[in-house]
């Protein structure tokens, strides 16, 4: 039985890894005879990466474009690729070739044996010593504490069954944390250890504030932890405070003058407080910004063109596309 694997690439300035990325994926799936692949590029760049991807499909029609009308988030790039997949499986990878494209036979396998999602589990690739600790911590807290268990040290690549495509395309949600949200139906799971390559060209787009960014919208959107913290912190400091209040009235009724006139505590106090109570204000606030955002229910993205599909894709409501281009 041939199988269909759609492979989906956001690309945000990655014009030098276009051809290089579909070379070696055309390599793998020429070994691969019961296995035929489409390549859908995700892009908003601002580079030529969407003249050379048309330039690849010029060549193989195998190779698809979905252009967005502006920079909505990899996470979105993603959904908009994933919404146009046809595949019996969908991969998710970078285009950077971090996420080797040899890598994609050992999901098949996982994927075939009845896993109807195959992860990557490797390492940060950063060379930034304080990276790689953030991003070891951050997994493990989240595994600890999100609604559902999240692998450590897992990324986007990976590779989904149809089930789970079908899921991931009736979501509506703005924020979007792909690696909990294929996990939240409990679908069967299985992963695979590989060792992280060298980008190969260019210069990374996913710095240290963009990751970031990814990691608070995992905790916020897979974890009530914040508000526990909140909640938490905001007993403990009146309890804090109560117990002060007495043991200074105490103080004072043994010894009047124990205390001078007291202004840096005072100037310290206020200082502190005010810095807890912002930080909770801030907590709550992430909440209702997401909030704001669902309710609002404008589309998740929006779509330029798009090339080499033949075939009209239905997104719903929240899901739009302004213009279709076939070659």
Known sequence: MMNLISIVVPTHNEALNVEPLYLRIAEVFEGMLDCDFELIFADDSTDDTPERVAALNTYDARV???????????????????????????????????????????????????????????????????????????????????????????????????????????????????????????FRQAGIQISRAERVQGATNYNFTRSLLVAIDGIF???????????????????????????????????????????????????????????VLGILGEYVARIFTEVQNRPVYWVDYQLGFTETVDLGVSHLTAKAVGL
Request: no cysteine.
């Open 64 to 186: 698809k474009l979905v252009r967005l009308s502006r920079r909505f988030g990899q996470a979105i790039a993603i959904t908009a690729g994933i919404d146009r997949a046809r595949g019996d499986a969908v991969v998710l990878m970078d285009a950077d070739l971090q996420d080797p494209p040899e890598s994609i036979p050992a999901l098949i396998d996982r994927w075939r044996e009845g896993n109807e999602i195959v992860y990557v589990q490797r390492a940060s690739g950063s060379t930034y010593a304080l990276y790689r600790v953030f991003a070891f911590i951050f997994y493990r807290l989240l595994r600890k504490f999100a609604s559902v268990e999240i692998p450590v040290d897992a990324g986007e690549f990976r590779l989904l069954d149809r089930k789970v495509v079908g899921y991931l395309q009736k979501l509506t949600e703005h924020t979007r944390y792909l690696r909990g949200l294929t996990l939240l139906p409990g």
């Open 221 to 279: 959107s897979f974890s009530i932890l914040p508000l526990r913290i909140a909640t938490f912190l905001g007993f403990a400091m009146t309890l804090v405070s109560m117990a002060l209040g007495g043991a200074y009235m105490v103080w004072r009724l043994l010894d009047p003058a124990i205390f001078g006139p007291g202004w840096p505590s005072i100037f310290i106090s206020m200082f502190f407080l005010g810095g807890l109570q912002l930080i």
